[in-house]
């Protein structure tokens, strides 16, 4: 078996699965504008910085790494919340392939970035095509999921304010 041979089958015997345990971060301005991502392999959909942890994390040593992976910025160095709440969905059918067989739900925990005014980022093209900052009742018209809405309405209820008229479901799996 030459080295090139080895090494294919040595990968694909030793495929790591993605844990169903992610961190969602939802970052913000003051004044409640939010920084959303729209995901380079789903063109239109827009979301904030996700991401699963990795052997050995912690969800919020997760939530510190994607920051800085997927915008550049670093979360300890401005105003970064563990909101200590997760939420609990079902994996959409065209990314289940990354977790192992049988696994249909991930467990989503929440934080908040609180930064002192929008600026920009360099995004992971590999993951995100571009962003945009969005008034928080705006962004929860464009993200496509239900998990990203509530994270939102959370945002209004810190500030005494509320979300209305916003489908909290989301975009349904059989619709992706």
């Known amino acids: 078996m030459d080295n090139i041979t080895a090494f294919i089958d040595n990968t694909c015997m030793t495929q790591q699965y993605k844990t169903p345990v992610s961190a969602l971060i939802l970052i913000h301005t003051a004044d409640l504008q939010v920084l959303l ?10 979301q ?18 994607e920051v800085k992976e997927e915008t550049s910025l ?8 563990d909101w200590q709440t997760s939420n609990v969905y079902e994996i959409y059918p065209h990314w289940r392939h990354r977790y192992a067989p049988g696994v249909i739900k991930n467990t989503e925990h929440l934080f908040g970035l609180c930064l002192p005014s929008a600026m920009a980022v360099t ?6 095509t571009r962003y945009q900052w969005l008034d928080w009742r705006e962004a929860a018209t464009k993200v496509f999921s239900w998990t990203n809405v ?4 959370r945002l209004g209820e810190k500030h005494n304010l509320v979300l209305s008229g916003t489908n909290m479901i989301g975009i349904q799996s059989n619709q992706l």
């Open 37 to 46: 991502l729209e995901r380079a392999d789903k063109a239109g959909f827009w």
């Open 48 to 65: 904030s910085v996700t991401g699963s942890i990795e052997a050995g994390e912690t969800p919020y040593q997760a939530a510190i790494r």
């Open 74 to 81: 670093d979360a300890l160095a401005y105003d970064f919340q």
């Open 123 to 128: 995004l992971a093209p590999d993951e995100h």
């Open 150 to 153: 509530d994270a939102l309405r």
